[in-house]
Every structure is written in structure tokens, then in C-alpha cells.
């Protein structure tokens, strides 16, 4: 068991006077300070040099980076660019120190993971079938040959649909469940789940497709289906995440492969829990992997899917949309969300005060 200590300390606060004094701090002379050269921007805002598109507005005392899409005051900038917590920001620009007062230390134990327990199966599985073929729209004969593998089965108590990762001596080692509902959107690994072991299907080839979730795998080896090839003839497995430990694992165990296939989302309208533009985390990670397993002498390559991820484009092809219908979706849900920042934006920011 490995242990740490945690330190707690007393919350240190600033009176809102006091913020308020750190951000009228000059945002031009920080910027200044940290070693950025400013030009003209725009008709109210400097342009860092070779900053990512670094942006200071000197009437609102406020920055932009276009890259991150970042934004805020003297504080943040603080925070952002050198990597400050709040509380050293505040008191850096008032001329305020401060020490934490070290209250306790508690020790930490890492807990170790105990048995992967499987939910109960239920009597039949007729829910999750009907969920993965008339929802989902995967083919009949996917589902039908995970569920003779004992890799995808029905929960019992709620119904939910089970996905179940093995190891090479078949005893479980990770299970992931979503319900087997159009109105709910529950999903969760199970307790003690190990996302190294992949939920997968064994090809022939010495090629193995790489999907985000079990779903996105069965809707790939749908669409593969639909367009005339063997779908068991390559590997496939899922990360449960975009995380590459299963991944990783596989390939020590099939020492065959020799070409990689990314087929993870396209998050190209991702939103962070604060509502902003979240970065496109499936294509982000698409590439990491393509340049780690190539540097690995493995071929890569990335299989993006039109729209978010592969089941919703499989469910929209049942519905009769074509690869060239699919990207102008993809193309609206951009547009109507660039309309509806550029309305949102305060007119300091406005994409019209900035200089390419």
C-alpha cells in the first residue's frame, strides 16, 4: 500500500474591496512584465506577439486568448499564465503575502481495489436487445453474437444494459451499464471495474479499430456491415474512456497487430460544465495516440466520424441521411452556435475589434 499526507489549511480571504483592487491592476503592464510584446489589435485591444492569439483590452482591463478561449481580468491572467492559485494572484497584485496556517496532517492509504462483482442477469434479454437494435440501430447479428460471448447481457433489477470486459482467462474485469431506456441517460461502471480490460471483439486481421464506448464499437462494425465488409475480420475493442490502458494491454496480447485504426468522437461542439467550448477531447486524444503507437512502429490512422460519434451516425443513416448530408448537419450545429457566441460576446471581445 503506498501512503501520503494531506496538509489542510486555514482558507485565507480576500474582502471583495480587495479583489476589486487586484483587477484594476494594469492589464497592458502585467502582460508587460511577463515578457509579452504588444501591438495594435484592433481598435481597442493589443495583440500579444507569438502568444496563441493573446488579446488585452485596455478600456475594460480585460484579456482574450483565442486559442483556449480563455478570458478574464488581472487575477485570471495571473492564474492562467503563471499558474497562481487564486488566493497568490490577489494577494501578488495588492502587494499582500500571506503563509497558510498548517492545520493537521492526515494520512492518506490507498485502498486496494477488491473483486469485480457482475450485476445479476436477468431471466431474458429482451430489453437490451430491442434497445441496441431499434434505438441504437445496431445489426441483429452483432448484438446477437457479444451476447453468445457473455459480453453483453441484461441487468435484472433495472434492465440496464451490461458490457463486460475479460481477461485471456476469461474471468471478468470491467463492466460498464446504461440503461436500456430512450428517456434516461444512465451509464456507470461498475464497482472494482478495471478499464485496462477492453470490451472487444476478436478479429483475424492484423488490424484493430479503437472505439470511445461499446456502443460506438457496435454501431462502427454496423456501418462497416452496411457497406459490404466482414466486420469480424478486424480487431475492435473499447476504451470506456478515451484513456489508452485497454489499449495498451491489447496489444501485448495480440502480438499481430501491426495497424491501428482510431475511430474515437468528434467533440466538435463540446461544452465544459461552465458552459463554454470545451476542446474536441476524442480528436485531441485521436492524434496523442497516433504519434505515440506510430513512434511504436505501428500505422495509424483516424477514422472521424461525421457528426459526434459513430451511433449517431449509424442511427441517422437508418434514417436515410447520406456522408455528404451528415457533414452539412455537422456544418448547421457549428454555424448556429458560432451566431449564438458572437450574440453572447461582450462588445469589447467582439471577434470585429481583433486584427487577424
Known amino acids: 500500500m503506498q501512503s501520503m499526507a494531506q496538509t489542510a489549511s486555514k482558507p485565507f480571504r480576500f474582502t471583495e474591496e480587495q479583489i476589486e483592487q487586484a483587477n484594476r491592476v494594469s492589464l497592458v503592464e502585467l502582460a508587460q512584465q511577463y515578457g509579452f510584446k504588444l501591438e495594435q489589435g484592433g481598435r481597442k485591444a493589443f495583440h500579444a506577439q507569438n ?20 478570458k478574464g481580468g488581472a487575477i485570471d491572467f495571473l492564474m492562467k499564465y503563471d499558474g497562481k492559485t487564486f488566493t497568490e494572484a490577489v494577494a501578488q497584485l495588492i502587494g499582500e503575502s500571506y503563509e497558510p496556517y498548517v492545520r493537521e496532517r492526515i494520512p492518506y492509504v490507498k485502498a486496494e481495489k477488491g473483486p469485480l ?9 429482451k430489453r437490451a436487445y430491442w434497445y441496441l437494435v431499434s434505438i441504437r440501430g445496431i445489426a441483429p447479428e452483432v448484438v446477437s453474437l457479444l451476447m453468445n460471448e457473455r459480453k453483453i447481457y441484461q441487468e435484472a433489477k433495472y ?10 482467462d476469461k474471468n471478468p474485469k470491467y463492466c460498464s451499464m446504461r440503461a436500456a431506456r430512450t428517456e ?19 478479429g483475424k486481421s492484423d488490424t484493430v479499430i479503437v472505439s470511445e464506448s461499446p456502443i460506438d464499437l457496435m454501431s462502427h462494425a454496423t456501418l462497416a456491415k452496411m457497406h459490404g465488409l466482414d466486420w469480424k475480420q478486424d480487431h475492435r475493442l473499447s476504451l470506456g474512456c478515451t484513456w489508452d490502458g485497454a489499449l495498451e494491454r491489447y496489444l501485448k496480447d495480440h502480438l499481430e497487430i501491426k495497424r491501428i485504426v482510431l475511430a474515437l468522437d468528434n467533440d466538435y461542439n463540446a461544452r465544459g460544465k461552465d458552459g463554454k467550448r470545451a476542446p474536441n477531447y476524442g480528436q485531441v486524444a485521436a492524434e496523442k495516440y497516433c504519434e505515440k503507437y506510430g513512434e511504436q512502429d505501428y500505422a495509424c490512422a483516424i477514422h ?31 454555424e ?21
Open 304 to 334: 472521424r466520424p461525421h457528426l459526434k460519434d459513430f451511433n449517431t451516425d449509424l442511427t441517422e443513416t437508418r434514417k436515410g441521411k447520406s456522408p455528404k448530408e451528415l457533414d452539412a448537419m455537422r456544418v448547421s450545429i457549428l
Open 117 to 125: 462483482v457482475l450485476p445479476d442477469k436477468a431471466a431474458n434479454f
Open 184 to 202: 434516461s441517460d444512465f451509464k456507470q461502471d461498475k464497482e472494482n471495474s478495471d478499464k485496462s480490460y477492453p470490451f472487444y471483439v476478436e
Open 159 to 168: 434492465g440496464n444494459c451490461v458490457f463486460v470486459g475479460y481477461d485471456r
Open 51 to 70: 502568444s496563441g492569439g493573446l488579446y488585452i483590452f485596455k478600456d475594460s482591463n480585460r484579456f482574450y486568448h483565442w486559442t483556449s478561449n480563455s
Open 336 to 356: 448556429a452556435e458560432f451566431e449564438s457566441e458572437a450574440r453572447d460576446e461582450p462588445e469589447e471581445e467582439s471577434e470585429d475589434e481583433l486584427e487577424p
